[in-house]
């Protein structure tokens, strides 16, 4: 027994063959008055892009602070609102 995917044994074929080999001029030009497209990007995804765009952990950084926390050496006021800071200006894209 043999089985083909979904275009049989020739292989996929366009859904559409005439729109195919369908081109745009160069030359055409929108007319004033005809709908475009819009896109909106909620709050949430341009975070998100933002959170996607932070550098790389750099791990033994954090593995010092986790130290320092751990012994009671790293959490003094200042250091704590200057990280905050920092990392709201980052999400931020500041």
């Known amino acids: ?6 275009g049989g044994t020739q292989g996929p074929q366009p859904i559409y063959p005439r729109l195919a080999a369908f081109s745009v001029d160069a030359g055409q030009t929108v007319h004033a008055g005809a709908p475009r497209d819009h ?10 892009d933002g959170i996607s ?3 790389e952990i750099r791990h033994e950084k954090v593995e010092e ?3 320092q926390i751990a012994s009671g050496a790293y959490e003094t006021p200042e250091k704590l609102e200057l990280a905050l800071d920092r990392m709201l200006d980052e999400m931020m894209g500041r």
């Open 1 to 6: 027994m043999e089985i083909f995917g979904a």
């Open 39 to 48: 896109v909106e990007i909620s709050p949430l995804g341009q975070m998100l």
């Open 53 to 55: 765009r932070l550098p």
């Open 65 to 67: 602070i986790r130290r």
